[in-house]
């Protein structure tokens, strides 16, 4: 049974059913804006359309997520060991002296989420992000997952198939305790402290994590690392110890704001606080990895098949200058198969497609923008499906573009998330919609 032929179904059924199937899509539009699927307060933007996988599909992920670990190990322990290498990333020394701290339990990479592009029709793939800083987007899965589930959508497909969703709160609960048991040398539950930079009330994926650490026996709090004191041996919130941390502040801004968490910073280079994810994951998330695993003098160490995998799976991507006039003249003769990023944001900021601009204007974004610390990276070629648009008068099924994103916790494989839009998605957060994944499979 292939994924597509799902998609199929899912549109024959609405076409067949369309009233039932917009009658259902109002129930969920209103389940959802009473769930906490919510984004920068609002509830999440999302489509009436089930996104499908078959035990292939999950079984192609499992394997394309080792082979690819096995690399990135490669180069964060080749960082760790030679000076030489480390100069290729351009860290600052507080930076560096974090990353090479030692965290205290093996596991480099707790949590990522790797983004793709998956051709459904061929198995073909590329990775487009490697988010293994803050990574985020499990409590969307999670309740629209749990809202479809009793949706006509997924109802009318329970008498041939089984369907299953993905577990991400749980799982990611005992891969942190599993790394604190490897720090702490006992099993003793810890206090665990979740920690970001925001202000007023704390996103509600982390209260979410808060009640699953907390029915664990961990007791748990939200803080902004700025509050965080350290004494007597000890990281503090007030009069509530922290053994672990579960950090979901991304690098760029702890390093930013250094002078106001200092306290975080010393407990963890004396190694008196357990964090999870350690600092050293920046080593994969920055994007500049992408061009130093294109280039075979940084990268000796990789053996010919883990080379062809890079070339094959990874866009190229190479370090932007714009005085190198050569490379300029390129990168505006060939804007329409070129994207200039930065080498470390997150939420697609600063993401620029080139097929997205004028001449002029791609030319003004490579003077004003591009100026430093960017990267020229190919242009993928975007999968596209049909997808269920409703309104109060009609149902339409148009291409969308989508990207997956792929959540490895301690380097495993956990679950799907799936984003997509008419527009290119990778550059751009408007129009931009989540969906639910399900897993497939055909009673027997």
Wanted: one cysteine or more; charged letters at 30%.
């Amino acid at each position: 049974m292939q994924a597509k032929k799902l998609f199929e179904a899912y549109e024959k059924k609405v076409e067949e059913k369309v009233e039932l199937y917009k009658q259902s899509y109002g129930i969920v539009v209103k389940e959802v804006e009473n769930s906490v699927a919510r984004y920068k307060g609002k509830p999440v933007e999302f489509l009436y359309q089930p996104m499908f996988f078959t035990h292939d599909d999950i079984q192609r992920f499992r394997d394309l997520t080792d082979d690819l670990m096995r690399i990135l190990n490669k180069v964060i322990e080749e960082y760790l060991v030679n000076e030489e290498f480390r100069k290729h990333f351009g860290f600052t020394s507080l930076l560096e002296k974090m990353i090479l701290k030692e965290p205290g339990y093996d596991i480099n990479v707790p949590m990522g989420r790797f983004d793709i592009f998956y051709h459904y029709d061929s198995g073909n793939f590329q990775f487009c992000e490697l988010n293994a800083d803050g990574s985020s987007g499990m409590v969307e899965q999670r309740e629209l997952q749990r809202v479809f589930l009793n949706s006509v959508a997924i109802e009318d497909f329970k008498d041939k198939f089984e369907i299953e969703g993905f577990e991400l709160f749980q799982s990611w609960v005992d891969a942190l305790l599993k790394n604190y048991r490897q720090y702490s040398k006992n099993d003793k539950k810890p206090q665990v402290a979740i920690i970001d930079f925001f202000k007023g009330n704390p996103p509600s994926e982390f209260v979410e994590f808060q009640k699953v650490f907390e029915a664990n026996g961990c007791k748990t709090i939200i803080v902004d690392p700025r509050y965080l004191k350290y004494r007597d041996g000890s990281l503090y919130y007030e009069d509530f110890r922290i053994d672990c941390i579960y950090r979901r502040a991304v690098t760029w801004e702890i390093v930013e704001n250094a002078e106001e968490v200092t306290d975080l910073i010393d407990a963890y280079l004396d190694g008196n606080v357990c964090v999870v994810g350690p600092i050293r994951s920046q080593v994969i998330h920055n994007k500049s990895v992408f061009a130093i695993l294109h280039d075979p003098q940084k990268t000796p160490f990789l053996t010919t098949e883990e080379r062809a995998f890079v070339n094959r799976h990874i866009p190229f991507t190479a370090i932007f200058d714009n005085q190198n006039k050569d490379l300029v003249a390129e990168t505006i003769k060939n804007k329409d198969q070129l994207v200039l990023k930065p080498m470390d944001k997150y939420a697609s900021n600063g993401v620029r497609v080139g097929q997205d601009y004028s001449t002029e204007e791609w030319v003004k974004i490579i003077n004003e923008e591009a100026i430093s610390e960017y990267l020229l990276q190919a242009f993928c070629n975007v999968p596209k499906i049909p997808m269920a648009r409703f309104d109060i008068n009609e149902v339409k099924f148009i291409d969308h573009n989508y990207i997956i994103g792929l959540f490895m916790y301690n380097g495993k494989l956990e679950g799907v998330y799936t984003r997509t839009g008419t527009h290119n998605i990778i550059g751009s957060i408007v129009e931009c919609y989540t969906v639910p994944n399900f897993l497939v499979k055909e009673k027997q």
